[in-house]
C-alpha cells in the first residue's frame, strides 16, 4: 500500500502470526489469565474448552480513543480467501464501536486548527492520507456513521467532509 515505515511505526501496526495460538501462548507465559483475554477480545472460546487467538495471519490496527488511550483492535486479511476481510475487537467495555472514530487521537489537533474533520472508509485511508500530510482524517469503525461519532467530532469543528469510497 506504500506505507513508509515511519508511517508503519507511528500508528503502531503490527502482524498477527498464522497459528491457532501464538497470542493466548504470548500471554500466558506472562501470566495473563484467560478469562482477561476472553475479556479484552485477544482471544476466543473453543466450544470444546480452551482458548485460541481471535486474529490470526492478518495485519493489526490498534485502535485508540480520543485521548489516544488503547479500546481495541482492528484486523485486517492477508490472505484473499480468508473471511472476514475485516474483523474488529468484540464489543468490550472499552471497545464500543459506535463510540470510537479511528485516527481521532492523532487527528484532532489539527481538526480544530483546520475547523474541519475529513470522514474516510478505513484505516487505511486514515493512514494513507495522514502520510500525506492530510492529518485531520478519521474513519468510522464498520460501515455506519453514528450520532455518537458525529458528536464526538462536533467537539472538535462543525465542518464535516464525508469521502467515502463509491461503492453500492
Known amino acids: 500500500r506504500g506505507l513508509a515505515e515511519e508511517t508503519i511505526e507511528a500508528f503502531g501496526l503490527g502482524y498477527a502470526p498464522n497459528a491457532w495460538e501464538a497470542t493466548v501462548g504470548f500471554f500466558t507465559a506472562k501470566g495473563a489469565r484467560a478469562e482477561d483475554l476472553l475479556a479484552c477480545g485477544l482471544a476466543s472460546q473453543r466450544e470444546t ?88 482524517a478519521v474513519s468510522p469503525m464498520g460501515t455506519a456513521l453514528t450520532e455518537h461519532q458525529l458528536n464526538l467530532l462536533k467537539r472538535y469543528t462543525q465542518r464535516m467532509v464525508l469521502a467515502l469510497d463509491p461503492d453500492a
Open 49 to 136: 474448552g480452551g482458548l485460541f487467538d481471535r486474529f490470526g495471519h492478518r495485519v493489526m490496527f490498534p485502535i485508540r480513543d480520543e485521548r489516544g488511550r488503547m479500546a481495541g483492535f482492528g484486523a485486517r486479511i492477508l490472505d484473499p480467501q480468508d473471511v472476514p476481510k475485516f474483523l474488529n475487537s468484540p464489543q468490550t467495555v472499552l471497545f464500543d464501536k459506535g463510540h470510537l472514530l479511528y485516527g481521532l487521537d492523532r487527528a484532532r489537533k489539527t481538526i480544530r486548527a483546520e475547523e474541519q474533520a475529513v470522514i474516510v472508509e478505513g484505516y487505511l485511508d486514515v493512514i494513507a492520507l495522514h502520510q500525506a500530510g492530510y492529518t485531520n
